[in-house]
């Protein structure tokens, strides 16, 4: 019993510890993004762009067709749903809402996570290991602003360009199926869709996106940093980062739907 209690304080005494370490991680990054020309340690716009490209411009299309496949599934189950009410006509409000306050922040976010968020901590696994993150700092490079700070705003701007395309093409995916059984066209489908729609809709996405991109750089980078065991421990640190990006991101889906919707 004494072990078992012992085992869950120093559990409880590591988490914490990562978690402080995340936030100084975030600190630590913009930090260095405002004082960083002063200590010729300027982030590099070419590196942003670069993380762009790789966290946001090349995820696109697996977000995108995972959300034309989300709002069909949504069609369908709200129309069969909503006929015990005689009420199909309001599947165009239901899938327009669900799509832009909740379900392509999630989706994207998830997707991100495994992509991005594994990629982060392999990458600076992989400099612990091979101790390459001694050498930055034998040359007077500051880790943080080299390997946190740029995915860190590359995905801060990326993040909200993804949900606002998976936005568009789910609303399109419940067009595809919605309009045969609303006798609508298309177009007239999509125009009564962003009618419905208010600014608050997108904005709550858009705050999610942002949070959900800060997360999955700060877990994959504690991961990384934290990897002991050589190869296999960057094996482990990738799967760990994954994991737990997405409980993170869940959890704080749910306290901001909370927050935003009162």
Do not use: C
């Amino acid at each position: 019993m004494v072990q078992k209690v012992e085992n869950l304080g120093q559990l409880t005494v590591q988490y914490l510890e990562r978690l402080g370490f995340a936030m100084r991680l975030f600190w630590d990054s913009f930090y260095w993004l405002i004082v960083g020309r002063k200590y010729k340690q300027r982030v590099r716009f070419a590196q942003i762009v670069k993380h762009i490209k790789m966290d946001g411009v090349d995820a696109l299309p697996i977000v995108l067709a995972l959300a034309l496949v989300v709002g069909m599934m949504l069609a369908i189950q709200l129309i069969y749903a909503l006929q015990a009410f005689g009420a199909q006509s309001q599947v165009l409000l239901a899938i327009a809402k669900s799509v832009t306050r909740e379900f392509s922040p999630l989706i994207t976010g998830i997707i991100v996570a495994g992509r991005s968020g594994a990629a982060i901590a392999a990458r600076i696994g992989s400099q612990v290991v091979s101790q390459e993150i001694d050498a930055l700092k034998v040359m007077g490079v500051v880790p943080v602003r080299y390997l946190v700070l740029p995915p860190l705003l590359a995905l801060m701007i990326s993040m909200p360009m993804l949900i606002i395309g998976a936005d568009i093409v789910a609303i399109f995916g419940g067009a595809l199926f919605s309009v045969g059984k609303l006798d609508m066209s298309i177009t007239a489908y999509m125009v009564e869709s962003f009618n419905v729609l208010v600014v608050g809709d997108i904005i709550q996405g858009l705050i999610k996106s942002v949070v959900f991109g800060v997360i999955i750089v700060l877990v994959g980078a504690t991961t990384g940093f934290y990897v002991t065991g050589g190869a296999e421990g960057v094996g482990r640190a990738t799967t760990t980062a994954v994991v737990v990006s997405i409980s993170f991101i869940v959890l704080a889906d749910m306290i901001a739907s909370y927050f935003l919707t009162q």
